[in-house]
């Protein structure tokens, strides 16, 4: 069985949605035009400035995700960006264990006392659900699932349960979107409020918001605060919507020059959504369903035969 279509058709939840439900195993891969700026994914098409061909792998089985992969899939790199390895260790082993495949890099690493099996297993299972969360962004795209389950005798694989993924994604989707409404323009430049010492007496900051504020400077927007202090565009949000809301800076005008950054796609707007559009979804995925139904019973009259 072979499923192939366009993400302005099928949208990738609809997708996962339907291999969960229909407990297929195989491998669903994923094309799509992703923005080179970060904080333009999930925008629409016409927004964005410049963008990149990605390629995406999940493997399932029967219906649950098993190993994905964006782009490449490294176990050593995985180890040292989770914290599990040190970046010389990290150097260190992959000099040494470049040609060894997965599952015998792990081994050797658990055996060398450099990682526990919980710790690869734990890297792995977050990398999973990361890459979901970052497939179920892509919107401009092309999607092939293959009822073949790949030999996954060399790599390691996990389990994470789909619904949870997306229950999870839903409110993420949702905080970005309250968060854009609240401070739509990046370009934004923040000053202190009159009475800033006072306020700071008697608020908590974290780490993030006195980095946040140590960068604050006249003509120096949020989208180059956040740039200073390597932050993506949620995090800066949500520190520079806190400092708001304790009274510590307010809004100036905007750095000249810089491109005012476009709100989500309207579809992201849950409560304001068509309720019709949703029963245009649900007669696709059921119809994709019964196709796949058909094509399964297709056959197996065809071996009974």
């Known amino acids: 069985m072979t499923l192939q279509g366009n993400l302005k058709d099928f949208s990738t939840s609809q997708i996962l949605n339907l291999i969960n439900l229909a407990q297929k195993s195989g491998t669903l891969t994923i094309f799509a035009n992703v923005p080179d700026n970060p904080e333009e994914i999930g925008q629409p098409t016409s927004v964005t400035t410049s963008t990149s061909l990605k390629r995406a792998r999940i493997v399932f089985q029967q219906g649950k995700p098993v190993l994905s992969m964006v782009e490449v899939r490294d176990l050593v790199a995985l180890l040292r960006r989770t914290g599990k390895l040190s970046p010389m260790q990290a150097h260190w082993i992959q000099n040494r264990l470049k040609d060894v495949n997965e599952k015998a890099q792990a081994l050797l690493l658990i055996e060398g006392d450099f990682v526990t099996k919980a710790d690869i297993l734990e890297a792995f299972t977050e990398q ?37 993924v997306l229950v ?6 949702r905080e970005v979107l309250r968060m854009t409404q609240e401070l739509p323009n990046l370009s934004a430049t923040l000053r202190f409020t009159p009475d ?11 780490a993030r918001a006195w980095r946040v504020i140590s960068s604050i400077k006249p003509g120096v927007s949020i989208r180059q605060i956040a740039r200073q202090n390597q932050m993506d565009a949620m995090e800066v949000r949500r520190v520079v919507i806190s400092l708001l809301q304790a009274g510590v800076v307010e809004l100036g005008d905007p750095v000249k020059g810089e491109e005012v950054e476009a709100l989500p796609p309207s579809d992201f707007a849950l409560e304001s959504t068509d309720p019709s559009i949703f029963d245009t979804l649900i007669e696709g995925i059921q119809s994709a369903a019964e196709r796949l139904i058909d094509t399964d019973s297709l056959q197996d009259d065809g071996q009974s035969a």
């Open 128 to 164: 999973l659900k990361e890459d979901i969360h970052t497939v179920l962004m892509w919107t401009d795209g092309s999607f092939l699932f293959e009822e073949q389950t790949p030999t996954l005798d060399d790599h390691i694989t996990v389990s994470v349960d789909l619904g949870d």
């Open 168 to 173: 999870e994604h839903g409110s993420h989707v």
């Open 196 to 206: 800033v010492d006072e306020r700071l007496q008697h608020t908590r900051l974290s």
